[in-house]
């Protein structure tokens, strides 16, 4: 089972490793870190680089296609290159999937036209231009197009993902290793549950550099 | 603020990508990915590599450092140059951290005797071999010491430390930017919490290749 995780200058990290952390644990996994060209690629902050193993052209047939966001997405989303070779391979995969404003670029690409979709809260409402239908839930699952929305999100489409393909028993083997049993030390992980000044600070962009 | 996450051949990948999403964040964070030698990291899985931009000698001076786990933490305990470095890094660290058996290269660098720490459910009764006084938490601070349990621990340890770090409204609006509220499908990430069998099976090390 050959995984694609599609990485691109400024996507984000954690977006990408959740789901890799659980997928490249399946039966017969192989994963591939794919991007435009092969080599090096910088993450959002700048600090660390993945290597992509190979350039999108050297992967034709993925059964699974994960593509991360971050940042670069609004960069990407005008990538023709990016967007044919995700239309392509969509054609033989088993799932395509996407975490946090990954899934614009699934959108970008016309396949997720008329679909249930999900991406981090601050780019859900752009997922409309492209005839998705937008919703705020963590992981949303619609025929073979599964999306998460932000960033931490990608480790429970992991799981989820992992469940499905493998059963629940897999999945709750690559839990237990991965310990993952969550005890964030705030709840503020969500706009319906963190302080409303920090929702508005980051919709007028005015706390982090996002773009 | 310098922080330095250690990785090694055979690191788990969420273990450093976890905090590294969360303390990257904190006002004037400058990271470093760091190892013996610089160059290209395999994770455990074998699938993806992170450059190290640095070699540890070239970092004499962290305020932060934070080492992962992995398989190849029992190849790396007999490093010698890796647990020097550590002990030379730790006089003049702020704040000394670990996710998942990295907890392991700290003790037997000698750092936490006498001290409550925590690593990999799988791994913690190794602690005490060296001194440590093991806990089953899943973040433990003692002193400037922070460990943090299995894997997916390290993103609640990062959280952790940026709230005690830059105040709690930064860690919320880092938790909100990464969309961090938890939505795990199964309920089975910790040895009390997962099926009896499954815990069997890891402990027989029957159903991964964990070293």
Same mark, same amino acid.
């Given at each position: 089972?050959?995984?694609?995780?599609?990485?691109?200058?400024?996507?984000?990290? +954690?977006?990408?490793?959740?789901?890799?952390?659980? +997928?490249?644990?399946?039966?017969?996994?192989?994963?591939?870190?794919?991007?435009?060209?092969?080599?090096?690629?910088?993450?959002?902050?700048?600090?660390?680089?993945?290597?992509?193993?190979?350039?999108?052209?050297?992967?034709?047939?993925?059964?699974?296609?994960?593509?991360?966001?971050?940042?670069?997405?609004?960069?990407?989303?005008?990538?023709?290159?990016?967007?044919?070779?995700?239309?392509?391979?969509?054609?033989?995969?088993?799932?395509? /999937?996407?975490?946090?404003?990954?899934?614009?670029?699934?959108?970008?690409?016309?396949?997720?036209?008329?679909?249930?979709? /999900?991406?981090?809260?601050?780019?859900?409402?752009?997922?409309?231009?492209?005839?998705?239908?937008?919703?705020?839930?963590?992981?949303?699952?619609?025929?073979?197009?599964?999306?998460?929305?932000?960033?931490?999100?990608?480790?429970?489409?992991?799981?989820?993902?992992?469940?499905?393909?493998?059963?629940?028993?897999?999945?709750?083997?690559?839990?237990?290793?991965?310990?993952?049993?969550?005890?964030?030390?705030?709840?503020?992980?969500?706009?319906?549950?963190?302080?409303?000044?920090?929702?508005?600070?980051?919709?007028?962009?005015?706390?982090?550099?996002?773009?």
């Amino acid at each position: 089972m050959q995984i694609a995780m599609v990485v691109y200058d400024r996507f984000t990290a +954690l977006d990408v490793v959740g789901p890799y952390e659980t +997928l490249s644990r399946l039966p017969g996994a192989r994963v591939d870190f794919v991007a435009e060209q092969a080599g090096p690629v910088r993450a959002d902050t700048g600090f660390l680089a993945v290597t992509a193993d190979k350039a999108l052209g050297e992967l034709p047939h993925p059964d699974i296609v994960v593509v991360a966001g971050g940042p670069g997405t609004f960069t990407q989303i005008e990538n023709g290159a990016l967007l044919d070779w995700l239309r392509a391979v969509d054609a033989t995969t088993t799932w395509t /999937t996407s975490v946090c404003s990954g899934s614009l670029l699934l959108a970008a690409a016309g396949l997720l036209e008329g679909r249930r979709a /999900t991406s981090h809260w601050l780019t859900l409402d752009f997922l409309k231009q492209y005839g998705a239908e937008p919703t705020g839930e963590r992981v949303v699952t619609d025929g073979k197009y599964l999306t998460a929305a932000g960033v931490s999100s990608g480790i429970d489409m992991g799981l989820t993902l992992v469940g499905r393909i493998a059963g629940d028993e897999h999945a709750q083997a690559v839990q237990l290793l991965t310990e993952y049993d969550p005890q964030p030390p705030y709840d503020a992980g969500s706009p319906e549950k963190a302080p409303a000044h920090l929702v508005e600070e980051f919709r007028t962009n005015s706390r982090f550099s996002l773009v």
